[in-house]
């Protein structure tokens, strides 16, 4: 970045891979063959209904990483939420796994404040009502408050 040309730095965190070097070349061309890397999702690894790894500490590492390798800017998470499986509106009424992934998710922002060398702005959740997914239309919800 060049010194003091942003106001902020705003990162969307969704989930977290594992990265490992591929046991072999690809046989395919392309981006994800040029980076040469194996992703992955840790057995332990709860994962919502777009089958992503739920991973807070991958939240509080990036807010590490950011502000390490870019001099301590002002961060805002400006996206993080998850997709749960609400097939009706009484699991949308009791949606505990929603909950607890913003709790752990504030939390791990917690534990970066506290370390002192990430200034934190603000926080957005992803997102206040259910939205058209991109794939899956209205099957995979995000929000808070169900459409």
């Known amino acids: 970045l060049v010194v003091g040309s942003t106001d902020f730095v705003g990162l969307n965190y969704y989930s977290s ?7 072999r070349e690809s046989s ?3 981006y994800w063959a040029d980076i040469h890397v194996d992703f992955s999702s840790h057995g332990l690894w709860d994962k919502n209904a777009m089958g992503w790894s739920i991973v807070p500490d991958g939240l509080r590492e990036m807010l590490f990483w950011t502000s390490e390798r870019y001099a301590q800017p002002l ?3 400006t ?3 998850s997709a749960e499986d609400e097939p009706d509106d009484e699991s ?3 949606d505990e796994k929603r909950r607890s992934f913003f709790e752990t998710h504030i939390r791990s922002c917690g534990q970066a404040l506290e370390r002192g060398s990430v200034k ?3 926080y957005f ?8 997914e991109w794939q899956f239309g209205y ?5 808070i408050c169900r459409v």
């Open 17 to 23: 891979l594992q990265a490992s070097t591929p046991p």
């Open 28 to 30: 395919w061309d392309g």
């Open 75 to 77: 961060i805002f998470i």
């Open 79 to 81: 996206e993080n939420g």
């Open 92 to 94: 949308a009424q009791h």
């Open 120 to 122: 934190l702005g603000g």
């Open 125 to 132: 959740a992803w997102s206040l009502m259910d939205n058209f």
């Open 139 to 143: 099957q995979r919800r995000f929000g």
